[in-house]
């Protein structure tokens, strides 16, 4: 099969993102493969804030991360570090209406505001939580490519690559002692308390 053959067998337009249909995605991913720089960064940023949009996740997102997996795995994607990136921030993201219903100042305004529109708002945190378990799903298939970059040379990438192990409690057995290990060298600031922080978390679920 070739890379990212599967693309255009989505219905990307019944689908949606932060500014609306995901019509959009196929196209950027694509431009991810691109030999021009400029023309990666500007997909990769513009992909960034349609499927994670300042750490949001969406519909869109779960039929976004197999194929961004997919550009992980192939030696001819250029700028990998920039799709673990969204890889990752995509693994941490929470859908828009994430906790609300514990929140009650915030239910009751956001109950009144979703019933203008017709909408009930548990409905829509219902459509959240099944976002956020399709992406889950997702992001577990690969897991294990995310270990490899809790070493690299930036340390945005190794605090990034901390965060997710810790919403993947599953992974323990094995993200644990990479943890562990990588928090003996770290010499960055955020980056080690970030590691820290998710040792402990992973500690207490054992």
């Known amino acids: 099969m070739d890379m990212l053959e599967g693309l255009d067998k989505i219905n990307w337009s019944q689908l949606h993102h ?12 694509r431009k991810l493969l691109s030999q ?3 023309e990666r960064d500007e997909a990769e940023q513009d992909l960034f804030n349609c499927i994670c949009h300042q750490g949001t996740i969406w519909e869109a997102t779960s039929y976004a991360v197999p194929f961004l997996w997919e550009l992980i ?15 990752a921030s ?7 209406f994430h906790g609300i219903l514990e929140d009650e100042k915030r239910r009751q305004t956001w109950t009144s505001i979703m019933a203008k529109s017709g909408k009930i708002l548990e409905d829509e945190v219902k459509k959240g939580q099944a976002y956020e378990e399709a992406i889950h799903l997702s992001i577990a298939k690969e897991f294990s490519l995310f270990y490899p970059y809790l070493s690299d040379d930036l340390y945005a990438i190794r605090d ?3 965060r997710v192990f810790r919403e993947y409690p599953e992974f323990i057995s094995e993200t644990l002692p990479l943890l562990e290990k990588a928090l003996a060298s770290e010499n960055n600031v955020y980056a080690k308390e970030t590691m820290e922080n998710s040792i402990k978390i992973l500690s207490e679920v054992e």
């Open 160 to 162: 990034h690559i901390a």
């Open 18 to 29: 932060a500014y609306g249909d995901a019509s959009n995605v196929p196209i950027l991913i």
């Open 90 to 96: 995509s693994g941490i993201g929470k859908h828009t």
């Open 36 to 38: 021009d720089e400029g």
């Open 73 to 87: 795995k192939s030696p001819e994607t250029p700028d990998k570090l920039k799709i673990i990136f969204l890889l």
